[in-house]
């Protein structure tokens, strides 16, 4: 397996652009993360979906932000539009969930840098 | 609601010597704890994680962690650091039966002297 594989890995936009960042799991994974890692504030997760539909996304900073899983192998996280403080590293991880482990072991993708200037 | 805390945003030990990541937790019901790797550029990676078997959870590359409940505490060790080991770390928790979520610390970048 490939892994959760995201694009694009570098992303240089203008405050005022949409960015849409994409991100395809695991097959067979039943749940799918976004997290956004910055020095200030560390590892947060914005919101997690499990069979494409979401479950939690408290995590989400304001309206600019949205996320779809429209299927279960594709999902976008989508600023529009974009301000200088969502520069940041953007994680998908995906997993099976606690059923079968007992714990949920994320596998994260190489994350997706964004710089709006 | 879980949460973990992270002692030393920064570690440094020299090759060969003990490595010592500290970890505390915070948790209302039995949590799940994790402990991830992140490479530089690279996303994170799972070392081990203890789901209330056994209280001394051993999981790649010779770590290891030690679930104390009296104390609250999940500090990874290695009894000696290699300068591979060179990576920021990760401590996570999360709420058993069903809530999936992981909230991670703040991380400890560790740092090995030749």
């Known amino acids: 397996d490939a892994g959760v594989i ?93 059923g079968l482990f007992g714990a949920n072991v994320l596998t994260f993708g190489a994350g997706s840098r964004l710089t709006v200037l | 609601a879980q949460s973990v805390t992270q002692l030393g945003s920064h570690v440094s030990v020299s090759e060969g010597a003990l490595v010592l990541l500290r970890c505390n937790y915070s948790s209302s019901v039995p949590p799940y704890l994790f402990w991830y790797v992140q490479y530089p550029n690279q996303g994170l990676q799972l070392l081990l994680k203890y789901t209330s078997a056994a209280t001394l959870v051993k999981g790649i590359n010779g770590f290891e962690a030690e679930f104390k409940k009296s ?6 060790t290695k009894p000696s650091a290699h300068m591979s080991d060179a990576a920021e770390y990760f401590c996570a928790v999360s709420a058993p039966f069903g809530n999936e979520k992981l909230t991670f610390g703040t991380g400890t970048r560790l740092t090995i002297i030749p």
């Not at chain 1, 570098?10 to 993360?33: A, N, W």
């Not at chain 1, 590892?43 to 279960?72: C, H, Q, T, W």
């Open chain 2, 71 to 76: 104390e609250t505490s999940f500090h990874l």
């Open chain 1, 6 to 98: 995201q694009s694009p890995r570098h992303e240089v936009t203008e405050m005022g652009q949409e960015v849409t960042l994409r991100c395809k799991p695991i097959s067979g994974h039943d749940y799918l993360f976004w997290y956004r890692q910055t020095m200030m504030r560390g590892l947060e997760l914005l919101i997690y979906f499990n069979n494409n539909v979401p479950i939690d996304d408290s995590g989400m900073p304001e309206d600019r932000f949205s996320a779809k899983m429209p299927n279960a192998s594709f999902s976008t996280l989508k600023i529009q539009p974009s301000e200088p403080r969502d520069s940041a590293v953007y994680f998908c991880a995906s997993s099976l969930g606690q």
